[in-house]
């Protein structure tokens, strides 16, 4: 018998709906916003845009746009400064995300069989809860008086309580607990899957078991270490809960801004101008990875 041929149109068919529902349509009306003027109203923008199929309409609409919002951003440093500086927390964060989600996705990997499972499961045992309450968790353990700051007066390692929250230092905590699972997945995925017979022809070779891993299994892991970087690395740009709470008023990250420019300011224009910069910035590290990821040897198309 044939196969039917409808279902396969399906398939297809429904991600390309959900993509067009949930992220085009967003982008859209996001750059319309970003497009319009500010004004005293609820909603608090003057739209420019109005669907028509009069041309002398959309002609008169195109030479009437609005790019004030763009104009404000590159005049002011403040929101340059945010985006530097959620880049650079970003980076650091998915760095030490890496550094320390590898071992310990190589660790789940070379279990035994049987508790793999559990030790995934432990790994999630994070998202059962709420990301608010596990922040505001950390708050009671990084503030002055709080539980880390008890233990080590209490072993004497310091003399006087840390000043840890509020800073960088806590937002990265924050964030390195906050997306591990995000980094050990991917890189478990990949590594469950590797070939024993090729370590184990590596070291036939004379090559030792760290020498086995860099030629080996390093490399078979970096489709999983690629997926995990940017799962971190682009959510994190635009966080605003952790740095929000972990940071205070001397952690200007673009979620922080962004949320400012909607709700404090009620400057619409400018925030989803600042969205849409953001979004496209953060393509480029997409595009680079697949590039990267199309000119691997031995790459199937």
């Not at 039917?4 to 068919?13: F, N, S």
């Not at 400064?81 to 959620?86: D, I, K, N």
């Not at 310091?158 to 509020?166: E, G, K, N, T, Y």
């Not at 400012?260 to 393509?283: G, H, K, M, Y």
């Amino acid at each position: 018998m044939r196969p039917r041929r409808g279902g396969g149109g399906a398939v297809i068919l429904a991600p390309l709906v959900w993509l067009v529902a949930f992220v085009l349509a967003p982008v859209a009306i996001v750059a319309k916003i970003s497009l319009s003027e500010s004004a005293l109203a609820q909603p608090p923008y003057r739209p420019v845009f109005a669907w028509t199929t009069d041309l002398d309409a959309w002609r008169a609409v195109l030479g009437g746009l609005r790019l004030d919002a763009f104009a404000t951003l590159l005049g002011d440093p403040l929101y340059l400064r945010a985006g530097l500086a959620s880049l650079a927390m970003a980076a650091v964060a998915t760095g030490l995300l890496a550094l320390l989600g590898y071992p310990l996705a190589l660790a789940l990997a070379r279990a035994p069989r049987r508790s793999r499972p559990i030790l995934v499961a432990l790994v999630l045992v994070p998202f059962w809860t709420s990301l608010l309450i596990r922040t505001y968790a950390w708050i009671a353990i990084l503030k002055p008086d709080g539980l880390l700051n008890a233990a080590l007066l209490h072993l004497g390692l310091v003399a006087r309580p840390l000043a840890i929250l509020d800073t960088d230092a806590a937002v990265l905590i924050g964030l390195v607990y906050a997306y591990l699972p995000f980094m050990v997945l991917p890189l478990y995925a990949v590594l469950v899957d590797r070939d024993d017979d090729l370590l184990d022809a590596a070291r036939d070779l004379g090559a030792s078991p760290l020498g086995a891993f860099w030629t080996v299994t390093a490399p078979l892991s970096l489709p999983g270490l690629a997926a995990g970087a940017l799962l971190c690395f682009i959510p994190i740009t635009g966080e605003f809960v952790i740095p929000d709470l972990l940071g205070g008023a001397g952690t200007p990250m673009l979620g922080r801004v962004v949320w400012s420019e909607f709700f404090a300011n009620r400057d619409w224009p400018v925030a989803a101008a600042l969205s849409l910069v953001a979004t496209l910035v953060l393509i480029g590290p997409i595009l680079l990875v697949r590039a990267v990821a199309d000119r691997r040897p031995g790459r199937v198309a």
